[in-house]
């Protein structure tokens, strides 16, 4: 819902108190232009990169004064914007490729509304400067296929392995450098957005309550992964267990759990569920071999 009481970019005096920490002149409402942008999303960008829910977190800390550029051409010539606000923004009842919630990292940016700036300030408000791209370092990235660091797993961005898609995970942001206006983003969504009401606590709250438990139901579909895969090792030893958990990864936590009960219904039949080594009970009998 576009927010009424800021028409044409007018910062409120919210706005123009975080502008204040980077300016050395107090500036009135009427001298500066402000804008919104989702500046990246935890979505699988044209590069075959994401930026996972954590790392958009991260870069909402690091953004906060930085420069706006154009093609992040680097001159101080094009040093026209800054960055003086940034948050997560989630949008939980839709999904991203990746199949988890989706989140977008916006910015508030602002400049002077000047004779130098007019016309950019009318290509922002005509929909003509919109995409934008950011730049920025992470500490590592990582395989979406294997988990490990994909310049050495082998694994190449874009190639499906076992019905898996690759795409490298963008984990610790270090450092953010800046953001540009460019004509075709690596990432779709990025861009200038109308400006919405915030919801600061209330997002904020959500979010940490979305990540935990998107924490939960990882650690609880690995644990369920790693029962189904000796479950099947046990149930039918010839079967590839690369093959058996490519066929994995497209299951729902539910099926998944369904075709473990299945294996080891299976393995029941089939072997003789003791140990070497077994524990017994108090009357002597071994109360089963679990999975």
């Given amino acids: 819902m576009e927010d009424q009481k800021q028409p044409n970019g007018i910062p409120t005096e919210e706005d123009l108190a975080l502008i204040h920490r980077y300016t050395r002149a107090q500036l009135a409402a009427q001298e500066v232009y402000v804008f919104q942008?989702?500046?990246?999303?935890?979505?699988?960008?044209?590069?075959?990169?994401q930026f996972p829910l954590a790392s958009l977190q991260t870069l909402a800390?690091?953004?906060?004064?930085?420069?706006?550029?154009?093609?992040?051409?680097?001159?101080?010539?094009?040093?026209?914007?800054?960055?003086y606000a940034a948050a997560v923004e989630l949008q939980p009842e839709r999904l991203n490729s990746a199949g988890e919630p989706y989140a977008?990292?916006?910015?508030?940016?602002?400049?002077?509304?000047?004779?130098?700036?007019?016309?950019l300030i009318r290509e922002i408000e005509g929909g003509i400067k919109k995409e934008v791209s950011v730049s920025c370092a992470?500490?590592?990235?990582?395989?979406?296929?294997?988990g490990e660091t994909l310049r050495s797993c082998g694994h190449r961005k874009g190639e499906s392995y076992e019905g898996r898609r690759c795409w490298a995970i963008l984990e610790e942001p270090t450092d953010a450098y800046e953001f540009s206006f460019v004509a075709i983003p690596a990432q779709p969504g990025a861009g200038v957005i109308k400006r919405k009401k915030g919801r600061g606590g209330a997002d904020a709250a959500r979010l940490a309550e979305?990540?935990?438990l998107a924490e939960?139901?990882?650690?609880?579909?690995?644990?369920?992964?790693?029962?189904?895969?000796?479950?099947?090792?046990?149930?039918?030893?010839?079967?590839?267990?690369?093959l058996l958990e490519g066929m994995c990864a497209h299951l729902e936590a539910r099926q998944l759990a369904q075709l473990r009960e299945t294996l080891e219904t299976c393995a029941a039949k089939s072997l003789p569920l003791r140990p070497q080594l077994n524990a017994r009970g108090p009357q002597g009998e071994y109360d089963g071999y679990r999975f």
């Fill in 37 to 49: 942008t989702v500046l990246c999303d935890n979505e699988i960008d044209r590069d075959g990169e």
């Fill in 61 to 83: 800390e690091l953004f906060p004064g930085k420069t706006g550029l154009f093609d992040h051409s680097g001159k101080s010539g094009d040093q026209v914007m800054r960055i």
């Fill in 104 to 119: 977008a990292l916006t910015g508030k940016v602002y400049l002077l509304r000047t004779e130098e700036n007019a016309a």
């Fill in 138 to 146: 992470v500490r590592r990235v990582r395989c979406s296929v294997c």
């Fill in 210 to 212: 979305l990540e935990r």
């Fill in 216 to 242: 939960d139901g990882r650690a609880y579909r690995a644990e369920l992964l790693a029962k189904t895969l000796r479950a099947g090792g046990a149930a039918l030893p010839e079967l590839d267990r690369d």
